[in-house]
Nanobody, 122 residues
Framework: VQLQASGGGLVQAGGSLTLACTAS????????MGWFRQAPGKVREFVAA????????AYADSVKGRSTISRDNAKNTVYLQMNSLKYEDTAVYYC????????????????WGQGTLVTVSS
């Protein structure tokens, strides 16, 4: 199973960006998927996640209210829309999936995409 992330780029502070992550197989559509990010010199951190049906979502405090995660299982794709971007949102964003059930949206992902760079200019 492979995850392909896209949508990163350079954006001005206050702007918006939508990331997409497409899975190569439908398997991941049965389970939660998430987004993580890693800024230069920092550890990878949780950003947002969504359960298999889309009914339950979770967000890091740092992006809550500014971001929306969604998914289209027919397209094996999860999205992360980010608004009011800040300089500190600059990072490589990774999508994550899992091949097993867990109710915890924050941890426990065993499939990772290659990452897409988001750069927010101040």
């Amino acid at each position: 199973v492979q995850l392909q992330a896209s949508g990163g780029g350079l954006v001005q502070a206050g702007g918006s960006l939508t990331l997409a992550c497409t899975a190569s197989e439908r398997t991941l559509s049965k389970y939660a998927m998430g987004w993580f990010r890693q800024a230069p010199g920092k550890v990878r951190e949780f950003v947002a996640a969504i359960n298999w049906s889309g009914a339950t979502t979770a967000y890091a405090d740092s992006v809550k209210g500014r971001s929306t995660i969604s998914r289209d299982n027919a397209k094996n794709t999860v999205y992360l829309q980010m608004n009011s971007l800040k300089y500190e949102d600059t990072a490589v964003y990774y999508c994550a999936g899992r091949t097993f059930y867990s109710s915890d949206l924050y941890v426990g992902y065993d499939k990772w995409g290659q990452g897409t760079l988001v750069t927010v200019s101040s």
